[in-house]
Each structure stands twice: as C-alpha cells, then as structure tokens.
C-alpha cells in the first residue's frame, strides 16, 4: 500500500506536470468507475538508483488525445493527436517520474530511468484494483497511476 507521503507527491507531480505539460485540469476522482468497460490504455517507466520501482499511467484513449492535440498545439480531432496519444502518454509519464524522483528524493540523488513502454491490456484489471494505485481526474476522465516502489 502507497504511504501517505507517496501520495501527497505523486498527486502533487500528477497535477502538476498535467497542468503544466498538457493544459490539462485535476481534480479528485468522485465517481464510480465503471471497471467492467472503462476503456484505457497504459504505459510504464521504471527507475533505478538509491530506490527502485515502476510508475504505470492508464488514461482513456480519448484523454491522451487531448494531451497530444495540447502539447502538439493542434486540434484534438487532427489526425496527428490520434496517432501520437500513446506517446503524449509516454511523455508524460516521463515528467511525472523525473519530478516524482526529484520531490521524493532530492536532487542529488542519481537515477536511471528506463524508456517508458506501452503496456498489455491483460495487467488492467488487476491494477486497477491494486492497493498502489492512485486514481485521479482529469478533463472529466478517471486516470489510474500505479506506484510501485521498494527500497533496496
């Protein structure tokens, strides 16, 4: 289970790097999620260094859409904001580790941060119930982030 700590940043870098990188808005995730057909697609980072772990992101399709049109500078239904979703996923999930990394554990600490990678739709639902995962929303869409993080 996420310390309380691991929260308040995660949280924290989530909106911030969201607000920041993509113009989009959080807020707490109120509503039921209905996890029978939430539809979402995930990527992963993993970090190495004092501290190891993953971070996964899963976000409708239709949100990364509009992260991609925002951080593009085009409109949500061009062609290009469909195609580049999965890596505006990616991209952010990128931010989100680095400043997750750095609020967590300062910045003199090394880490090494793998390339972030799609993943399997099949790891879904057990991660959406998981006791390290953190759902928030965004642009009236639930997004789940996993944290996944052991000392070594």
Not at 19 to 39: H, K, M, N, Q
Not at 56 to 85: Q, V, Y
């Amino acid at each position: 289970m996420l310390s309380n700590e691991i929260v308040k940043i995660a949280r924290r870098v989530i909106c911030d790097i969201l607000e920041g990188a993509a113009f989009v808005f959080t807020d707490e995730l109120y509503d039921e999620i209905p996890l029978e057909s939430w539809a979402a697609q995930g990527v992963k980072i993993e970090f190495e260094g004092s501290t190891n772990g993953e971070i996964h992101m899963w976000a409708p399709p239709e949100f990364l859409s509009i992260c991609a049109a925002n951080m593009l500078g085009i409109e949500e239904t061009d062609g290009a904001a469909l195609k580049g979703r999965v890596d505006a996923g990616k991209e952010i999930l990128n931010m989100v580790a680095g400043l997750f990394i750095t609020e967590s554990y300062g910045d003199e600490t090394v880490f090494h941060l793998s390339i972030p990678e799609e993943l399997k739709k099949n790891s879904l639902l057990e991660e959406m119930e998981s006791a390290d995962s953190l759902w928030i929303q965004a642009e009236g869409q639930a997004l789940l982030f996993l944290f996944k993080v052991e000392n070594v």
